[in-house]
């Protein structure tokens, strides 16, 4: 017998849409579930949405926080640290507090590449108590930590990133909070493709990159600047970082005989590079030149006397203002040794930019408390015209590109090799 309930419908298929309505009840539980937890975490990483870019409250007594992202680690420490250097001379000198309220410097390491940079950039967003930040040294280390830093309403100064793209009008919203202290590589390539034209009359180049958003870009501002001149590029290599065996890419180069071989790398490949040439057969007689990357004692010890001879493009310290004489010797007081690479001042700079900026828009409160809107920090930032810095004048656009780029170019010599120093004199420079 088939019994029948309601509306013509059997027991099983009742049972059945009973059972379809109570999945379908279930699933919209999880999806409402899933929902909100979605939005949760969307307010959480997009503090801009609900307020701004965030506002840092300090209680009285307690510190402003300043955190640096730099290569503290590994054979480009160099970089880093002297980057760090500036920072602290800068706060000393700035009386080492804001409004009362002492400046709390820490740090984190990106080993100058995009996964440490995107990994200390994580760790400084996830602290609320930072301002602002300073960094990275390598463009590759930015490219992805800006964004994440911005996403927290923390912005960043960078006193070293060169690499074009990071002030690119097309570079997108997440790095709308990042400004720079040092020189584009637009002027840094152009300057070393002039030299090579114009003053060591070579009519052919090679180059060779890492792979570095830093690395590539330098050595294509550099092909296209040079070609314009009139001149051949004859190969534009690539090698990775932590190779050591340079002899394949070398001889490959070797077979276009380039009069100059343009490397703008870092310290352990450049070392490679610079002593490996010497051993090519075919490239006896091409000239060599790295960039600011590898504008450091370390490497001298990385390429040792096969560096001698070869020429730098490097910002030109000789241009800096008086105030930079003050500044080494401070450097040399507190830490016993002269700056070891080229961007010292540069961070320096960002360090006063940052806590000036601070000064302008930190609202102390009658209970001994300074409450800072990063947003407000940031447009302060941006507006800096005609600040005078130890690098120079800077004026930012709106891009964030706020330098007084002066681009040098340095000839090593014996003597630089056995003191273990960076020649701080340079041989051209394409202006009076």
């Given at each position: 017998?088939?019994?029948?309930?309601?509306?013509?419908?059997?027991?099983?298929?009742?049972?059945?849409?009973?059972?379809?309505?109570?999945?379908?009840?279930?699933?919209?539980?999880?999806?409402?579930?899933?929902?909100?937890?979605?939005?949760?975490?969307?307010?959480?990483?997009?503090?801009?949405?609900?307020?701004?870019?965030?506002?840092?409250?300090?209680?009285?007594?307690?510190?402003?926080?300043?955190?640096?992202?730099?290569?503290?680690?590994?054979?480009?420490?160099?970089?880093?640290?002297?980057?760090?250097?500036?920072?602290?001379?800068?706060?000393?000198?700035f009386g080492k507090k804001i409004k009362g309220h002492p400046i709390k410097l820490t740090g984190e390491d990106t080993g100058c590449g995009p996964e440490g940079g995107q990994a200390a950039a994580t760790k400084i967003a996830s602290d609320p108590s930072v301002v602002a930040a300073i960094g990275s040294n390598c463009s590759s280390a930015a490219k992805p930590g800006v964004p994440i830093l911005w996403a927290a309403g923390i912005p960043s100064v960078s006193p070293s990133n060169t690499a074009p793209y990071l002030t690119d009008p097309k570079r997108g919203d997440g790095y709308s909070g990042y400004l720079r202290t040092c020189?584009?590589?637009?002027?840094?390539?152009?300057?070393?493709?002039?030299?090579?034209?114009?003053?060591?009359?070579?009519?052919?180049?090679?180059?060779?990159?890492?792979?570095?958003?830093?690395?590539?870009?330098?050595?294509?501002?550099?092909?296209?600047?040079?070609?314009?001149?009139?001149?051949?590029?004859?190969?534009?290599?690539?090698?990775?970082?932590?190779?050591?065996?340079?002899?394949?890419?070398?001889?490959?180069?070797?077979?276009?005989?380039?009069?100059?071989?343009?490397?703008?790398?870092?310290?352990?490949?450049?070392?490679?590079?610079?002593?490996?040439?010497?051993?090519?057969?075919?490239?006896?007689?091409?000239?060599?030149?790295?960039?600011?990357?590898?504008?450091?004692?370390?490497?001298?010890?990385?390429?040792?006397?096969?560096?001698?001879?070869?020429?730098?493009?490097?910002?030109?310290?000789?241009?800096?203002?008086?105030?930079?004489?003050?500044?080494?010797?401070?450097?040399?007081?507190?830490?016993?040794?002269?700056?070891?690479?080229?961007?010292?001042?540069?961070?320096?700079?960002?360090?006063?930019?940052?806590?000036?900026?601070?000064?302008?828009?930190?609202?102390?409160?009658?209970?001994?408390?300074?409450?800072?809107?990063?947003?407000?920090?940031?447009?302060?930032?941006?507006?800096?015209?005609?600040?005078?810095?130890?690098?120079?004048?800077?004026?930012?656009?709106?891009?964030?590109?706020?330098?007084?780029?002066?681009?040098?170019?340095?000839?090593?010599?014996?003597?630089?090799?056995?003191?273990?120093?960076?020649?701080?004199?340079?041989?051209?420079?394409?202006?009076?």
């Amino acid at each position: 017998m088939n019994s029948h309930l309601g509306y013509g419908f059997n027991q099983q298929q009742v049972e059945f849409f009973n059972t379809v309505i109570q999945k379908g009840e279930e699933l919209m539980k999880r999806i409402l579930t899933l929902f909100i937890v979605l939005i949760a975490v969307f307010c959480l990483a997009m503090p801009a949405a609900a307020a701004g870019k965030g506002v840092v409250k300090i209680k009285k007594g307690e510190p402003v926080h300043i955190a640096y992202w730099f290569v503290i680690s590994g054979p480009n420490t160099s970089l880093g640290m002297d980057t760090v250097r500036g920072i602290e001379i800068a706060i000393e000198d700035f009386g080492k507090k804001i409004k009362g309220h002492p400046i709390k410097l820490t740090g984190e390491d990106t080993g100058c590449g995009p996964e440490g940079g995107q990994a200390a950039a994580t760790k400084i967003a996830s602290d609320p108590s930072v301002v602002a930040a300073i960094g990275s040294n390598c463009s590759s280390a930015a490219k992805p930590g800006v964004p994440i830093l911005w996403a927290a309403g923390i912005p960043s100064v960078s006193p070293s990133n060169t690499a074009p793209y990071l002030t690119d009008p097309k570079r997108g919203d997440g790095y709308s909070g990042y400004l720079r202290t040092c020189h584009n590589d637009t002027v840094q390539g152009a300057v070393a493709a002039q030299f090579a034209k114009d003053v060591l009359k070579v009519t052919s180049a090679a180059t060779i990159h890492d792979g570095s958003v830093y690395a590539e870009q330098l050595a294509q501002v550099f092909a296209a600047n040079f070609k314009k001149m009139g001149g051949k590029i004859t190969a534009q290599e690539a090698v990775s970082p932590g190779d050591t065996d340079m002899r394949p890419v070398l001889t490959s180069i070797a077979t276009g005989k380039p009069g100059l071989i343009y490397y703008p790398i870092f310290i352990a490949e450049g070392g490679h590079i610079t002593r490996q040439g010497k051993e090519v057969s075919g490239l006896e007689k091409t000239k060599m030149m790295g960039a600011d990357g590898i504008f450091s004692p370390d490497f001298y010890k990385a390429a040792g006397e096969a560096a001698v001879g070869m020429y730098h493009t490097s910002p030109d310290f000789s241009a800096f203002p008086a105030a930079y004489k003050d500044f080494l010797k401070k450097h040399q007081e507190k830490y016993g040794k002269k700056p070891e690479a080229p961007f010292h001042a540069h961070s320096y700079d960002a360090a006063m930019m940052i806590l000036k900026s601070i000064d302008k828009v930190g609202v102390a409160g009658k209970d001994g408390s300074l409450t800072i809107d990063r947003m407000k920090l940031r447009d302060a930032m941006y507006a800096t015209k005609g600040f005078k810095g130890m690098t120079g004048t800077l004026n930012c656009d709106k891009y964030g590109d706020c330098a007084d780029p002066r681009i040098a170019v340095y000839e090593t010599n014996i003597d630089n090799i056995k003191k273990g120093e960076m020649p701080t004199m340079p041989i051209w420079k394409p202006y009076k």
